[in-house]
């Protein structure tokens, strides 16, 4: 007999630096939370200026405006980015870079910047089609002899019955939706729509008539479509400008969004010209005037800021002044540091040349006292799975504020590993020693050098 095992429909999610951080943790007044469950210790005002910053981007006050992050590292920084884009939900674009990541050798930096720019830049699209909605109940195909005479035969065409909520209809489509639906995997017990004047063919997901079969797959369960099978319908869709950018520079790519949009499905590389930006900014503005489209701005992330170098800083001004700019949130760890591209000499405050700081607000992240160093690697260490005992937590605690807090949580892993091969399932205080005898931290390691320096190169 064979084996039947069950499939979890949840996709088990992986343990990443910061995947225990789920949101700002603020109550309804935008308060920070002392005891939040979402990941978040400490660093109130900070969490507090990422909501208002949240609540500033969603109803739109805050385009064009820039953050500083700015504050020791590990003090959470990315940390706090990254909740800022949970917050803010899917459809609000959020596009995470690092300083570094636009320089390449092919690509002018400041076209890097201006496609990330685009980004972050989020169309929406919203169209009533008419279309035909429903559960597939018959889907058959009507084979004809080849008219042109020879062996075989060809489809003519394809009988599809559809239902809904008030009926059913059945509809004799052309060959070619018949190749659709075949490409879409469609069965009975599927609910799809079609749309009327193009003929796309979209899978909603399976009837939730269904529900009850067996079935191994994950599928996604959805209920018999309202009103008449034939009907109009709204069709919302998100795009960033920059998808449209690389649609619209394909040779064959058409002059409206939709369009358009017909040509995202493969990416390739090809060189997107201003002038192929401002034939986008205009279709995009006359649809918006046509009230078809709306623009929601998102956010452009670029952390270690002080990777930039001058050029950037001016294109950024630059491009911060336009009238459709993203939020640009920057986050650094250096204090008073050289310019790069400047001369040695000159130092901006985290890079940044003073006319950039100027218009940047800033929100400053604190250092960590013990109590919250103990409560981030708690937290921390619930994430893994991993239990503590008292004196492991106490030892933690004290590395994090003294040494520094990644370390700490850098120890947690191979603490686990040492405890599982003495036996226990509990981390204990030896194995944290153990393990920070067997990885010193950056201190101790300059410490080491230093004395030892003459073994080295
Ligand atoms: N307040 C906090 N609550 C919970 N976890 C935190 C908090 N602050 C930092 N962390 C965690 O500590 C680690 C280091 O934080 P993070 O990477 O955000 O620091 P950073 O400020 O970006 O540092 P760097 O300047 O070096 O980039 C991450 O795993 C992060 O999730
Ligand atoms: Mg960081």
């Known amino acids: 007999m064979g084996q039947v095992s069950e499939v979890s429909a949840k996709n088990e999610s992986k343990v990443t630096s910061h995947s225990h951080i789920k949101h700002l943790g603020l109550s309804s007044t935008g308060v920070a939370i002392t005891n939040d469950t979402g990941g978040f210790v400490g660093q109130a005002e900070a969490r507090e200026a990422g909501g208002i910053i949240v609540d500033l981007i969603k109803t739109k006050k805050m385009a064009g405006k820039a953050i500083l992050l700015a504050g020791g590292p590990g003090t959470g920084k990315t940390a706090l980015a990254l909740a800022i884009s949970q917050e803010l939900g899917p459809k609000v674009p959020f596009c995470p870079i690092v300083g570094s990541q636009i320089f390449s050798a092919e690509v002018k930096k400041t076209e890097l910047l201006m496609e990330n720019f685009r980004r972050a830049i989020g169309l929406r699209i919203k169209e009533i089609k008419e279309v035909y909605e429903g559960e597939v109940t018959e889907l058959t195909p009507e084979e004809s002899e080849n008219p042109l005479g020879g062996y075989g035969k060809t489809i003519s065409h ?72 034939h009907k109009k319908k709204e069709i919302v869709q998100d795009v960033t400008l920059h998808d449209l950018d690389v649609a619209n520079s394909r040779p064959q790519g058409g002059q409206d969004v939709i369009s358009m949009m017909g040509q995202l499905l493969k990416p390739r590389k090809t060189e997107i010209t201003d002038k192929l930006r401002l034939e986008v900014n205009n279709i995009v503005s006359k649809y918006i005037n046509q009230g078809i489209a709306e623009l929601i701005p998102g956010v452009l992330f670029i952390d270690e800021v002080n990777m930039l170098d001058i050029e950037c800083f001016t294109y950024l001004n630059r491009a911060l002044e336009s009238p459709i700019a993203p939020v640009v949130i920057f986050a650094s ?51 893994e799975n991993l239990s503590l005992s008292q004196e492991a937590l106490d030892r933690l605690a004290y590395l994090g504020s003294a040494k520094s807090l990644r370390y700490s949580l850098q120890l947690l892993s191979p603490a686990s590993i040492l405890a599982g091969v003495s036996g226990r399932n509990e981390i204990a205080a030896e194995d944290v020693l153990q393990a920070e005898d067997l990885f010193i931290d950056a201190k101790r390691s300059a410490l080491i050098l230093e004395a030892n320096s003459k073994y080295y190169l």
């Not at 399976?206 to 079935?215: N, V």
């Not at 760890?333 to 310019?339: A, E």
């Not at 109590?371 to 994430?383: A, C, F, M, P, Y």
């Open 158 to 229: 394809v009988i599809l019955g559809l239902k809904s909520a008030k009926g059913t209809k059945t509809l004799r489509l052309d060959p070619s939706i018949y190749e659709s639906i075949q490409k879409e995997r469609i069965v009975i017990g599927d609910v799809i729509y079609i749309e009327s004047n193009t003929g796309a063919v979209k899978r909603v997901g399976r009837s939730d008539a269904y529900a009850t079969e067996f079935d191994l797959e994950a599928e996604e369960y959805v209920p018999l479509p309202k009103g008449d099978v």
């Open 333 to 383: 760890n250096r204090g008073l540091t050289t310019i790069r591209g400047c001369d040695a000499d000159e130092k901006g405050p985290h890079g940044c040349p003073p006319d950039l700081i100027d218009r940047l607000l800033i929100v400053r992240t604190l250092p960590y006292n013990i109590q919250e160093v103990r409560s981030i690697v708690l937290k921390r260490s619930r994430h």
